[in-house]
């Protein structure tokens, strides 16, 4: 399963693990396919870290899961903070995901435990993740040129109502 991330800075492939993470799957895709990412932008960026988006105001402090609030981490064992374009779940501390993700610039291993990893990137981490990371920055790591996600391309979502 992919998505394409159709972002101001060119576009990102993303494989999302389904069957390993259902739950976070199915909020990311069903999120995806509501048009709620779209227009959005990538509201904090560290460069030798991280860029987070997926929330609506744009402020890093909104967005909501299709289950109506907060719902569970999907800790998985195997799947690791250990390279560049781990795309995880923000959250605030245990069970408060929602609506926003991070994709990784490098490995990350203090982080492994601790976010629900839920998809890499397949297509676009030497372009347009590495375009990301160059985006100037203010104190608190927010982008000083917009970094938006204008629009989401499901390739074969299994979700999907028939």
């Known amino acids: 399963m ?19 993470v ?9 999120l995806c396919a509501s048009g709620y990412y779209n227009d ?12 987070q988006g997926g929330d609506p105001t744009g402020k890093g402090k909104g967005g909501e899961s299709i289950y109506g609030g907060n719902f569970e981490d999907e800790i998985k064992p195997s799947l690791r903070q250990n390279a560049r374009g781990v795309v995880s779940m923000a959250n605030r ?3 408060t995901n929602g609506s926003q993700f991070f994709i990784s610039y490098a490995p990350a291993p203090h982080l492994n435990g601790q976010n ?5 990137v397949l297509e676009g981490a030497d372009t347009t993740l590495a375009a990301m990371e160059r985006v100037s920055v203010d104190k608190k790591y927010r982008p ?8 989401v391309t499901i390739h074969a979502n299994p979700l999907a109502e028939n």
Do not use: Y
């Open 2 to 20: 992919s998505v394409t991330l159709h972002t101001s800075l060119g576009n990102l492939k993303l494989e999302i693990f389904c069957e390993t």
């Open 40 to 51: 959005t932008t990538f509201h904090r960026n560290i460069p030798a870290f991280m860029i």
């Open 116 to 120: 629900t990893i839920f998809g890499k």
């Open 93 to 95: 501390g245990p069970g």
């Open 22 to 30: 259902p739950k976070t799957a199915k909020n990311f895709l069903a």
């Open 144 to 151: 000083k040129d917009l970094i938006q996600l204008k629009t």
